[in-house]
């Protein structure tokens, strides 16, 4: 009798535990699919920041050579006209 019964409860428990192990393995799947939905967020939000830095770099580096010709240009144009200013002097 004994025997009997100790098989019930060990049934019992056995039925229990699959029941739960599959509500457990249903909640561990979903967590992992909301895992990988973040990680996939993630990703796609490093790429878009790395995208923006890298146009505003570009942008910077555009703006900075733009300013460096204009600089350039206004050395030039100062300078041809000191040179000027120097010759005519020397031709009267």
Known sequence: MRKIVLAVAVAG??????????????????????AMDDAAANVD???????AAGDDAAAAADSAADSAEAAADSAATAADEAKDEAAAPAAK
């Not at 428990?13 to 249903?26: F, N, P, Y």
């Not at 939000?45 to 995208?51: D, L, M, P």
């Open 45 to 51: 939000a490093a790429g878009n920041a790395v995208e």
């Open 13 to 34: 428990a056995a039925l229990s535990l699959a029941a739960c192990s599959e509500g457990t393995q249903d909640a561990t799947t979903e967590a992992a699919d909301s």
